[in-house]
Nanobody, 115 residues
Framework: QVQLVESGGGLVQPGGSLRLSCAAS????????MGWYRQAPGKHRELVAR???????YFADSVKGRFTISRDNAKNTVYLQMNSLKPEDTAVYYC?????????WGKGTLVTVSS
């Protein structure tokens, strides 16, 4: 079983920055995907950014150039640095880990971008 604990959401003005953290614990195999999804009100959950098991990264077109993803393997922690935030980035952000054929999800952290 894997547990994911997110932190770092909150209210920020347009143009501001936030950093989300996700710490994973439990039984994790060496190869896994880990990253972030988000779900805005009335919309489907979408992939924002992630590391693949091969170490490459993926970013949604809507966040390219503004968001970066990094990780601390020793801590099984992934970070999402969000810069130049826009109101349309407002959503609940969910940490995701795909490991051993199973998707694991955090509880989500709310990011609100508003003046």
């Amino acid at each position: 079983q894997v547990q994911l604990v997110e932190s770092g959401g909150g209210l920020v003005q347009p143009g501001g920055s936030l950093r989300l953290s996700c710490a994973a614990s439990g039984t994790i195999f060496s190869l896994y995907h880990m990253g972030w999804y988000r779900q805005a009100p009335g919309k489907h959950r979408e992939l924002v950014a992630r590391f693949t098991s091969g170490g490459s990264t993926y970013f949604a077109d809507s966040v390219k150039g503004r968001f970066t993803i990094s990780r601390d393997n020793a801590k099984n922690t992934v970070y999402l640095q969000m810069n130049s935030l826009k109101p349309e980035d407002t959503a609940v952000y969910y940490c995701n880990l795909y490991n051993g054929g199973v998707d694991y999800w955090g509880k989500g952290t709310l990011v609100t971008v508003s003046s």
